[in-house]
Nanobody, 127 residues
Framework: QVLLVESGGTLVQPGGSLRLSCAAS????????VVWFRQAPGKEREGVSY????????HYADSVKGRFTMSRDNYKNAVYLHMNSLTHAGKANYTC????????????????????WGQGAQVTVST
């Protein structure tokens, strides 16, 4: 089976930090571009961060730039999203997705470009 599984979603206070994990099985994630999407209730899904295959390009949404960091651990066949200084806008369901061809330009944030999807992890930002 080819799977992506997110973990790390939980309740966090405003200003807090959280790390989400996206672990792959059945394929080598280092050979794939990976993106984190999020979707809040009543809002469209948006691209949060993108990391190309190998040492490829990295992109962040303007709303999270400087606060979120995406990284890989190829030995663990996983990617991570480190989220700092979380605000109420960060409350959403976060989903990782992967594709075997690196994306260029604005297409990195288009969900239609991705082949493999995780089930999502809920992040709640609240006092």
């Amino acid at each position: 089976q080819v799977l992506l599984v997110e973990s790390g979603g939980t309740l966090v206070q405003p200003g807090g930090s959280l790390r989400l994990s996206c672990a792959a099985s059945g394929f080598i994630l280092a050979d794939y571009a990976v993106v984190w999407f999020r979707q809040a209730p009543g809002k469209e899904r948006e691209g949060v961060s993108y990391l190309g295959s190998g040492n490829g390009q990295i992109h962040y949404a303007d709303s999270v730039k400087g606060r979120f960091t995406m990284s890989r651990d190829n030995y663990k066949n996983a990617v991570y999203l480190h989220m700092n200084s979380l605000t109420h806008a960060g409350k959403a369901n976060y989903t990782c997705a992967a594709v075997g061809l690196d994306k260029y330009g604005d297409e990195w944030s288009d969900p239609a470009e991705y082949e493999q999807w995780g089930q999502g992890a809920q992040v709640t930002v609240s006092t």
